[in-house]
C-alpha cells in the first residue's frame, strides 16, 4: 500500500488539541505521523536535564489511534542553553563570524562539542524508543552541504586534504598553486572559503573551491554516518532515512544516502504552474534524482498541502486537483510514501503562514477532501507499492560536475542541471521512464546512458562509457565535456572533448558562450531549432554531422554529430537547444533502439510506468493549467488541468 501520512508538532500546540488532532489524522486514512524534529528544547530544557514524558504520550496517541510514527532526531536546531555554553556549536558564516542564534539549522556539524550533544539525545531517543514499533527515523532536516568556516572546519578541511595528497608538494601541483602566488608552504595557511575580502566564488583557485566543495559534501555525509551508527547501536533493524532538499549547497547525495536505507524529499512543487512552458518538467526530474540517490522507490517527507508561505510571500491557493495531482506525480516517480506538510498551519513562529493541510481556523477544507480522495485513490490499488520505475536509459549524474560548475559559470543563464532537465523532460513527454544515476554507478543493463556536461573528466568514467558504445550501447555526450582534469585544470594540448573526442569520433576548433542569446541550428533530417547558451564547432572526423548552425561566422559548421563506435552508437551535442530539439534527437534514439514511445503525448502532459513481473501501471500527469486530449496506448485520453491518470495492463483507468 502506498502510505499517506502527515508531519505534525505536538509540541507547538496544546495538549488539549493533541487527541481531537490525532482522531481526525486517523479517520482520514493517515497511516504515518513524522514528528520531533525540531523538538530539542522540550526534550532537554537544561543541559542534561531530559523530558522525554510528553514525547511518550504523544508517541502512544499516535499509536493507540493506529497510525505509526516517524520519529525524527531533533539535532537541526538545538536548544538555546547550548549555544550560550558552548559557542562553539555555532555554524560561522562565510566571513568567519558566528552565526546569530534565533534561527535553525546553524549548528556546525563538525564541532565535537555539538556532536557530543547531539550523540547524547540521539542515543537517548534511541534507547528509549527502540521498541516502540518506530516505522521510520529521520536524521536531522534537510541536510544541507556543511559550508561553515569555523576552526573545527577549517582543520577538518585541512585533515581532508593530508589524507588525500600526503605532502603540500602534491596539493599545489594538483591545484596549480604558482597563480597569483598561491603556494602554500604550511597546512596551517589553507583556511575553509571565506568571502569576507572578496564576495565572489569566482577569485579562488577553482582546483581548491573543488575539493572543498568536496570535503563539504563529506562532512555531510560523515554526520549523516554519525547518526545512523548511534541509531543502529540501539536499533539494529531502524529504518533510517533523511529528508533531502535542493538548497544552494547541494552534499553529494548518493555518497550522503550511501548509509542510509531509503532516500527521502520534501516536495513542494510550484503552486503557480510556470508560464513559461520550459519549466514544466522540472518537477518530475527532481523526483527521478532523488529515486537515483538509491536507485529504488523512495519517501516523501514533505508533500505540498497547502499554499507556501514565510520564505516568501503567501503564494496563491493550491488549484482544484493540484494536492492530488501532486501527490500522484510523485507516486509515479517512485514514492511509496507520502507524508504531508503539515497538519496544520503554524499560528506561531517564522512558519506561520506556511500553509499546512488545515488552515488556522481547523476547519476541514478542501485541501483535507482531496487529500481523503487521494487516500481513498491508493486504497484501490494496493498493490501498487509492490511496483517500480524499471528503465532502459540511464542519465549519469556527479556531484563534482555540480561542484565546479557552481564556482565557474561557463556562460550566462547555463548550469549543469540544464541539459539534465532537458534531455529528461524530452524522455517524459516520450513517455520513456529514465533513471537518474552515479556516474559512479554500473550502467551495463541499460541501452541508453546520456552523459550532459563532463566539465570535470576522469579517465576511468571514460573508458566504461567507451566499453558501453563499443558493446553495443548508445551514448549522449554535450558540449562543456573533456574540459577538466579531475583537478579542476584545464586539460591542454588536445582539442576538445579531449578525452570524448574518440568515441564521439569529433573535435571542436572553436567555442562561443552566446549566453542567454538566441541563434539556430537545422538539421540535417529537417527541421529548425532554436539554440542558445553555448555553441561548440564541430570538425567530424569519423563522425557524420547531425545539424549545423545557421547564423554568424560560424554557419554551416556542424554542432551535432553521431558516430557509429563499435557495435554501438556516440552522439555529441555541442550546444543548449529548445525543447523540441531534445525530443526530435531521443525519438531518433528511441526508434532505433525499437524502444516503445507513446509519440503524440501534449506539451505539459508526462508519462512514466510502475510494473512488477506481473502488474503494470501507466501514469499520465498533466502537468498544465488546461485540459489535453491525446491517444495512448490506443485509446482516447482526456485529462482536465493537473489530473493524474493510471492505466493497468488490463486496461482499467484508475
Ligand atoms: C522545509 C522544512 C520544513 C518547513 C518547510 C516549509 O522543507 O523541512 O520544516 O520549513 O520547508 O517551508
Ligand atoms: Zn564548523
Redesign the pocket.
Known amino acids: 500500500m502506498i502510505i499517506t501520512g502527515v508531519?505534525y508538532y505536538p509540541e507547538q500546540w496544546d495538549r488539549s488539541m493533541w487527541e481531537d488532532d490525532i482522531r481526525r489524522m486517523s479517520d482520514l486514512g493517515i497511516r504515518t505521523v513524522r514528528i520531533g524534529?525540531?523538538a530539542w528544547c522540550r526534550l532537554e530544557p537544561e543541559e542534561g536535564q531530559f523530558e522525554f514524558g510528553w514525547l511518550d504520550d504523544a508517541i502512544e496517541l499516535i499509536e493507540r489511534y493506529g497510525m505509526k510514527v516517524i520519529l525524527g532526531t531533533p539535532t537541526?536546531c538545538p536548544p538555546l542553553w547550548m549555544f550560550q555554553n558552548y559557542p562553539d556549536t555555532l555554524q560561522c558564516d562565510r566571513d568567519g563570524t558566528r552565526t546569530k542564534t534565533g534561527i535553525?539549522g546553524h549548528r556546525c556539524m563538525n564541532s565535537p562539542t555539538f556532536r557530543k550533544y547531539a550523540g547524547r539525545i540521539v542515543a537517548l531517543m534511541a534507547e528509549r524508543y527502540a521498541d516502540n514499533g518506530i516505522y521510520a527515523w529521520q536524521i536531522d532536516?534537510?541536510l544541507e552541504s556543511n559550508h561553515c568556516t569555523c576552526e573545527y572546519c577549517a582543520a577538518s578541511f585541512r585533515k581532508w586534504l593530508q589524507d588525500k595528497y600526503g605532502t603540500l608538494d602534491h596539493l599545489n601541483r594538483a591545484w596549480g598553486n604558482v597563480v597569483w602566488s598561491g603556494e602554500v608552504s604550511d597546512w596551517n595557511q589553507i583556511n575553509a572559503f571565506m568571502t569576507a575580502a572578496v564576495n565572489r566564488a569566482d577569485w579562488f583557485n577553482p582546483g581548491y573551491m573543488l575539493d572543498y566543495e568536496r570535503f563539504c559534501a563529506a562532512s555531510t555525509t560523515d554526520y549523516v554516518h554519525f547518526q545512523c551508527d548511534i541509531i543502529r547501536k540501539y536499533i539494529p533493524s531502524a529504518v533510517i532515512t533523511t529528508?533531502s532538499?535542493f538548497g544552494s549547497n547541494l552534499p553529494d547525495f548518493h555518497q550522503e544516502f550511501e548509509p542510509l536505507d531509503v532516500a527521502s524529499y520534501?516536495n513542494?512543487p510550484p503552486a503557480v504552474i510556470p508560464a513559461n512552458p520550459e519549466k514544466f518538467y522540472s518537477n518530475a526530474f527532481a523526483l527521478d534524482f532523488v529515486r537515483g540517490f538509491k536507485q529504488k522507490n523512495f519517501w516523501v517527507?514533505?508533500q505540498l498541502g497547502g499554499p507556501?508561505?514565510?520564505?516568501s510571500p503567501i503564494t496563491p491557493q493550491l488549484e482544484p486537483g493540484m494536492l492530488e495531482g501532486y501527490a500522484m506525480q510523485a507516486v509515479a516517480h517512485g514514492a511509496d510514501l507520502l507524508s504531508f506538510?503539515?497538519w496544520r498551519t503554524a499560528s506561531t513562529g517564522?512558519?506561520m503562514f506556511?500553509y499546512g493541510l488545515l488552515d488556522h481556523d481547523n476547519q476541514p477544507n478542501s485541501r483535507t477532501e482531496e487529500l481523503k480522495h487521494l487516500i481513498h485513490r491508493l486504497e484501490l490499488v494496493p498493490n501498487l507499492s509492490e511496483t517500480s520505475l524499471t528503465s532502459k536509459v540511464a542519465m549519469l549524474y556527479s556531484a563534482d560536475q555540480e561542484f565546479s560548475f557552481k564556482t565557474q559559470a561557463q556562460s550566462e543563464g547555463f548550469a549543469y542541471w540544464t541539459q539534465m532537465r532537458l534531455f529528461h523532460e524530452a524522455c517524459m513527454n516520450l513517455g520513456v521512464n529514465i533513471d537518474i544515476i552515479p556516474q559512479s554507478h554500473s550502467y551495463e543493463d541499460y541501452e541508453v546512458v546520456i552523459v550532459p556536461t563532463q566539465f570535470v573528466t576522469d579517465k576511468d568514467s571514460v573508458k566504461r562509457l567507451e566499453q558501453f558504445a563499443q558493446q553495443g550501447g548508445t551514448v549522449i555526450v554535450t558540449n562543456r565535456s573533456g574540459v577538466k582534469d579531475e583537478h579542476g585544470n584545464c586539460i591542454i594540448n588536445e582539442s576538445l572533448p579531449t578525452l570524448f573526442r574518440k568515441m564521439c569520433g569529433c573535435y571542436i576548433n572553436g567555442t562561443d558562450a552566446i549566453g542567454p542569446r538566441y541563434q539556430r541550428i537545422r538539421s540535417l533530417h529537417g527541421g529548425v531549432f532554436s539554440i542558445t547558451s553555448w555553441c561548440d564547432m564541430l570538425v567530424c572526423e569519423t563522425a557524420e554531422p547531425m545539424a549545423v548552425y545557421l547564423d554568424r561566422f560560424y554557419a554551416g559548421t556542424p554542432a551535432l554529430s553521431v558516430n557509429q563506435f563499435g557495435k554501438g552508437t556516440v552522439y555529441y551535442v555541442g550546444t543548449v537547444g529548445e525543447k523540441a530539439l531534445y525530443r526530435s534527437l531521443l525519438l531518433e534514439v528511441f526508434h532505433q533502439r525499437k524502444m516503445n514511445v507513446i509519440e503524440n503525448l501534449p506539451d505539459g502532459v508526462e508519462s512514466t510506468v510502475r510494473s512488477a513481473e506481473d502488474m503494470q501501471f501507466r501514469f499520465f500527469f498533466n502537468n498544465t493549467l488546461e485540459g489535453k486530449s491525446f491517444f495512448a496506448e490506443g485509446k482516447r485520453v482526456s485529462m482536465q488541468a493537473l489530473e493524474m491518470k493510471v492505466l493497468t495492463r488490463s486496461g482499467q483507468w484508475i
Not at 507556501?308 to 520564505?311: K, L, V
Open positions: 508531519d524534529e525540531f537541526n535553525r532536516n534537510e529528508n532538499c520534501d513542494y517527507l514533505e507556501m508561505g514565510c520564505w506538510f503539515r517564522a512558519e506556511c
